[in-house]
């Protein structure tokens, strides 16, 4: 079956400019998880949604960064005013609800954030 | 402060040589541990999980250990291929609640023919 898709692949933009990433999670998948990835360094978690709960967005470094999950599927992370220092990786990665901490997290090819 | 650690940060060996992977964690209470595969250009691949009660689990040629009294775990391959130049991520999750996992840096594994 379909996997977890992201969208852009690749995003090159000005410092300053928003930008928008998409991910659209396996079907019936209930939990969604963005993460950061920079060179060299391990993914640093940003936000969890699970069902209709409220997000956990306290791994979010400011308030350029927001996300939204709509109707508990896609969803979409904005970086507003971006910076040199959001250059990275953003991974997407959703799993099933059913014994939330041993499920499996399947995660998305990535989307290249370059901000110049 | 919940923690994983992971050594080496990079790794290169012959194809055909085993090597083993090493993870250290501090995250408590500990729920289970995963390992990944992260292709380049690819998002992580789950490999094994490991929970408390299990002290070694075996996925074709990768076998994970698991001493939860010293909070270590281990990842090895036997008889490598060039396909398993990847980034090896060791994950950690909490039974305390939390629902975001614990994630190690990674060792950069390179196998040269």
């Known amino acids: 079956g379909a996997g977890v898709s992201q969208s852009p692949s690749n995003k090159v933009t000005e410092k300053g400019k928003d930008v928008e990433l998409r991910c659209d999670p396996i079907?019936?998948?209930?939990?969604l998880y963005w993460y950061r990835q920079s060179l060299g360094q391990g993914l640093e978690f940003l936000i969890y949604f699970q069902g209709n709960s409220a997000p956990d967005k306290s791994g979010l470094p400011s308030d350029r960064f927001s996300a939204e999950r709509t109707g508990g599927s896609v969803s979409t992370l904005t970086i507003q005013r971006t910076q040199q220092e959001d250059s990275a990786v953003y991974l997407c990665a959703s799993s099933g609800a059913t014994g939330r901490t041993y499920n499996e997290q399947f995660f998305g090819p990535g989307t290249r954030l370059t901000v110049l | 402060k919940n923690q994983v650690e992971q050594s080496p940060q990079s790794l290169i060996i012959l194809e055909g040589k085993n090597c083993t992977l090493q993870c250290n964690y501090t995250v408590s209470p500990f729920s289970n541990l995963r390992w990944y595969k992260q292709d380049t250009g690819r998002g992580p691949v789950s490999l094994t999980i490991m929970t408390f009660s299990e002290n070694t689990k075996s996925n074709g040629r990768y076998t994970a250990t698991l001493d939860a009294d010293t909070k270590q775990s281990s990842l090895h391959i036997t008889a490598s291929q060039l396909s398993d130049s990847a980034s090896y991520i060791c994950?950690?999750?909490?039974?305390?609640?939390?629902?975001?996992?614990?994630f190690g840096r990674g060792t950069s594994l390179i196998v040269h023919p």
């Open positions: 994950v950690v999750r909490t039974s305390g609640g939390s629902y975001i996992p614990t």
């Open positions: 079907s019936g998948h209930t939990a």
